[in-house]
């Protein structure tokens, strides 16, 4: 029994054997279960000040609108530069702007705007920041632990999930949102010390974009048609298209749902926020052990992701909401990982950096649009409307691709799921 569960824990965290991604790894557990604490503190702020579920999807909308706009050419950056030295930069950056929210926040002088000023410079860096730290993980391990990694950074994720809102609904009821913002300030200091910890003669680094590309949007055309022609990245793309539109607005959702549908505070949310979490972090523990990446998961994954999150709305008392959102938390991350893990492995080393900057501009991107919907469909219909139409929306997206890629599987004849070298695999 001791050797099976021994077994079980290597192939689970095979990754971390390599020492760069080990630092990594270690550097963003601590980072973004900080992120998770500004992330829920600023929420609940806007919350306070402004009295308004659609004042909290517009700042939503705000943080992310850079996204929308700019996404591609952080792609083509990402590609263009070392990416360890973007991710000192980036996340320099992401600390200084924490730092001073919390102080405004602190000495009690914060504005309505001046949170607004902060979440969009927020947005600004990640544009850069989102498509470098993902694309930056095949530099550090091996190809056939990239599957692995990509699922542990997807458990990182959610292990902070699980901890950053639990720890902020209380620091948020006992000492106020100040002291979520200044922690989160100090915990880039994690993730910079791991940056530096590392050995750069151990990466893998990839090759320069060809000379043959003329421009900026020469580049951002050769991966946009990369993604068209390739139906494993296409796919993945339309569905996050719609689920990051109508179902991925949770710093709408879960406010919502503790104030107006569980009419409850801040401990609550934490709660739900949390629940959702564990969830998510055992789904991508799942992840992490099978070492694969595969259409159907991703589909299944989305089904029972938009099932749960409908469901949950509809729960009346706290126990069944946090029960319905830990599987919803489950389904939430076999897409999403399954997600990342598509784009990663089915997309060449020189256009990784220009690809992923593509899906993060239709998962981030999507933001601008849906928050402000999900906050006024809450508004004028009540939470477990919002969160049923997400849930639906999720739902019917899985149905339809499902059946998409059983009609195109049964022309191909040639997938079953893999997890070998699939940047190599063939596109139509």
Known sequence: MRVSARGVTARTFQALSTRNYRYFFTGQLVSVTGSWLQSTAQAWLILELTHSAFMLGLLVMVQFLPNLLLQPFGGVIADRFPKRTLLLFTQSSFAVVAGVLGVTVGLGIVRVWEVFLVVALFGFINVIDGPT??????????EDQLP?????????????????????????ATVGTALCFDLNAISYLAVLGALYLMHPDELH?????????AGTMAQIREGARYALRTPEVLLVMVLMLVV???SYNFSVLIP??????????ATTFGLLSASLGVGALLGALGVAYAGKAGVPALLAGCAVFGTFLALSGQAASLLPAMGLLTVTGAGMIVYSAMS??????Y????LRGRVVALYLWVFMGTTPIGSPLTGLIEQ??????????????ALATAVGGSIWWSRRGHRRGDYAGSSGPLAEAPTA
């Open 244 to 246: 990051g539109t109508f």
């Open 133 to 142: 730290r993902q694309s930056f993980v095949p530099e550090m391990v091996e």
């Open 347 to 350: 997309t060449p080393a020189a």
């Open 205 to 213: 680094l990839q090759k320069k974009l060809s000379r043959r590309v």
């Open 340 to 345: 990342n893990s598509i784009i990663q492995l």
């Open 256 to 265: 919502s749902l503790a104030k107006e549908g569980l009419h409850s505070g």
């Open 148 to 172: 692995n990694a990509v699922a542990l950074n997807s458990t990182v994720f959610n292990a902070a999930r699980v901890v950053g809102p639990a720890m902020g609904g209380v620091l948020i």
């Open 380 to 393: 004028a219909w009540g939470s477990r409307a919002a969160m049923a139409i997400g849930g639906f929306a």
